[in-house]
């Protein structure tokens, strides 16, 4: 009898201290979702941040933290933005962005737009309705670009079941994608997609993809 009282409590001592490693263990893990925390109030997230966590854990505990896709700022657009004809009120409006036309019109990113992701992940207090994403110049919107050639509001990402679909929002400068400009019905986004807004393109990359981006960038 005491014999088996004995194996009872040991082997009840030790599935506590299992649970306990196990505990410990989930709580130096990254949280699910809580990349919203690191939000600036531009919807942007710390580079340096998001190498760290890449180098300090595997792919699928930075995919569980992540969650959902991110834009990553690749290049600008050489060219010229221009006021001309937009009436006395043109400092307020968005300003006509003119790419140029000689070959090799894209520059290599700047190193400001090197550091520029934004998860597809709202803020604390979001001004924007659930299931999408909204991008544009101005506070309001859940990624703020706060340049002229970006319309106050640009483009919408739509978040359905797991799939991203953008559209252009009847923006000044337009919205490419791969290089194409949108027309006015929406297009689903796919891991590795170029997407342009005016002069600037992103790179739109699932969690895996942005894994693997900082680890080789850190190698």
């Avoid at 040991?10 to 506590?16: G, L, V």
């Avoid at 760290?52 to 699928?60: I, P, S």
């Avoid at 919107?141 to 559209?167: F, L, Q, V, W």
């Amino acid at each position: 009898m005491l014999g088996k009282k004995f194996a009872r409590l040991r082997k009840q001592k030790n599935n506590e201290t299992a649970a306990g490693v196990s505990s410990n263990q989930s709580d130096n893990a990254p949280k699910v979702g809580r990349i919203a925390k690191m939000l600036s109030a531009s919807g942007r997230v710390s580079l340096a941040s998001l190498r760290k966590l890449a180098q300090e854990h595997e792919a699928e505990a930075f995919v569980i933290y992540v969650q959902r896709p991110v834009l990553v700022g690749s290049a600008i657009k050489s060219g010229i933005i221009s006021s001309a004809g937009m009436g006395n009120d043109a400092l307020n409006s968005t300003q006509i962005f003119e790419p140029s036309k000689s070959q090799g019109s894209s520059i290599s990113a700047s190193e400001s737009l090197k550091h520029a992701i934004y998860p597809l992940v709202k803020g604390e207090y979001p001004a924007t309705p659930r299931g999408a994403f909204y991008i544009g110049r101005i506070n309001g919107n859940d990624m703020i670009m706060p340049d002229y050639a970006i319309s106050k509001r640009h483009a919408i990402i739509d978040i359905e079941d797991g799939t991203y679909y953008i559209r252009d929002t009847g923006s000044t400068n337009g919205t490419k994608i791969n290089g194409s400009r949108l027309g006015k019905k929406r297009t689903q986004l796919r891991d590795k997609d170029v997407i342009g807004f005016a002069r600037y393109e992103f790179t739109f990359l699932y969690p895996k993809s942005l894994y693997n981006m900082l680890r080789d960038a850190s190698s």
